[in-house]
């Protein structure tokens, strides 16, 4: 019976040693993480609030800086092509090029838009002419207009030759024109 006494005496407190061994790893441990988490989310959460807190405290600067870039743009509008899609710039572009080549006496044989090149956050619109000059004034008349008109518009190619060598006057000239677009 000794023995069993003795054996319990050792076992109660070693099982007791265990129980809060366990306890301690299971509860305390688990308790103490969990907390040390929703400390650090806490942190996290602060940093990210003073942030848009700074952000917030900002709006009315970003807002004028905004409107001054609006009217940045709005004053380079008129500078660009304008257009929904590029097929419908290459029209615009086309239709101004050939009033002037036409409202300076000249008579239009071909006419194409090239395929719209990337530049940037711009598209480079391209129209090619064909066309008939009756004399060397009139050609320099439709390149003073293209150059100076709004919106810009650059001529990329002039090829020029005479129709007939023995009376020089009436040109046949290749025209490539072209003109930014805002790119979408």
Known sequence: MKRRSSLVRVAIPLIAVLISLILYQNVYVRVQSDLKTMREERELKMKMLTKHVALIARQPELEKKLTQLGEQRKSAGPKILTGNTPALAGAALQEMVKSIITGHGGTISSERIEKPE????????????????PDIRNLND??????????YLAVREVDTRTRDFRSPRELMVKLEISALMAGK
Do not use: H, M, W
């Not at 940037?120 to 064909?130: E, H, N, Q």
């Open 142 to 151: 439709i390149l003073f207009s293209l150059e100076t008109r709004t919106p």
């Open 118 to 133: 990337d530049a940037g956050s711009f598209k480079v619109i391209t129209t090619s002419f064909d066309c008939l000059l």
